[in-house]
């Protein structure tokens, strides 16, 4: 869905870089959220926000940091990347006003290797 | 933690055959919805169905949800082979202030 966007598409990094995943969305939702999806363990929540100045861990936050820089930004970064952060990363977003049974629409994903 | 866990973890079928997916969940939820994946792709919302309904249709796709036995089924009928992808139960549960758990997800084969 081109209305949530996500930079790089794919990144081959080092141990010990730091690394920024990015999202854009046009969508005008409130609520962004970052996942993580490893083979055979479906997808994992890092961090969410619902709204600029709300920011909440999620169930593997460590070794994880987010900043909701506007509504439409939400960025994903890697203090220190290790091989097990190996993995594809899902950026989503919901609208908690019109759309209270917060269904989620997903950009279309990050595929990130760890050296 | 896994909140929502697909059977089976895997599922091939013909073309034309129905297509059935199921999900269990441990704790009260307010809804349950259905994601599909292609492969390496973006999730897509395919269904959602609250807590207080027992069966939804949209197209092809038929979700039933048994609050008592804690699961959900998804059934595909008359599969294409479009149909291939990966399916996901996502859990908003009771409490969770509209977080969703997913589960590890069934894949789905339908050959021509």
């Known amino acids: 869905d081109a209305d949530v966007t996500q930079t790089p598409r794919n990144r081959i990094t080092k141990t010990g870089k730091r690394i920024m995943l990015e999202c854009s969305q046009t969508?005008?939702?409130?609520?962004m959220y970052w996942y993580r999806q490893d083979p055979g363990l479906g997808l994992r929540l890092i961090y969410y926000?619902?709204?600029?100045?709300?920011?909440n861990k999620g169930e593997i936050s460590d070794g994880y940091s987010v900043s909701r820089q506007a509504q439409a930004k939400f960025s994903l970064s890697l203090e220190s990347a290790i091989p097990n952060q190996t993995a594809l990363y899902f950026c989503?977003?919901?609208?908690?006003?019109?759309?209270?049974?917060?269904?989620?629409?997903f950009g279309p994903g990050t595929r990130l290797l760890v050296l | 933690s896994q909140q929502g866990e697909e059977d089976p973890q895997a599922l091939s079928i013909q073309e034309g055959e129905n297509a059935t997916m199921n999900c269990s969940y441990k704790?009260?939820?307010?809804?349950l919805q259905w994601y599909r994946q292609n492969s390496g792709r973006g999730l897509v919302h395919l269904i959602l169905?609250?807590?207080?309904?027992r069966e939804k249709h949209s197209g092809r796709l038929r979700v039933t949800l048994d609050t008592s036995k804690k699961s959900s089924s998804l059934l595909i009928t008359a599969s294409r082979a479009a149909d291939t992808a990966s399916y996901f139960c996502?859990?908003?549960?009771?409490?969770?202030?509209?977080?969703?758990?997913f589960g590890k997800g069934t894949l789905l084969t339908v050959n021509p």
């Open positions: 996502a859990t908003d549960s009771r409490g969770s202030n509209y977080k969703l758990t």
């Open positions: 989503a977003t919901s609208d908690s006003v019109r759309d209270s049974q917060e269904t989620q629409y």
């Open positions: 169905i609250r807590s207080n309904e």
């Open positions: 969508k005008g939702h409130d609520r």
């Open positions: 704790t009260s939820i307010n809804n």
């Open positions: 926000s619902f709204d600029v100045k709300d920011i």
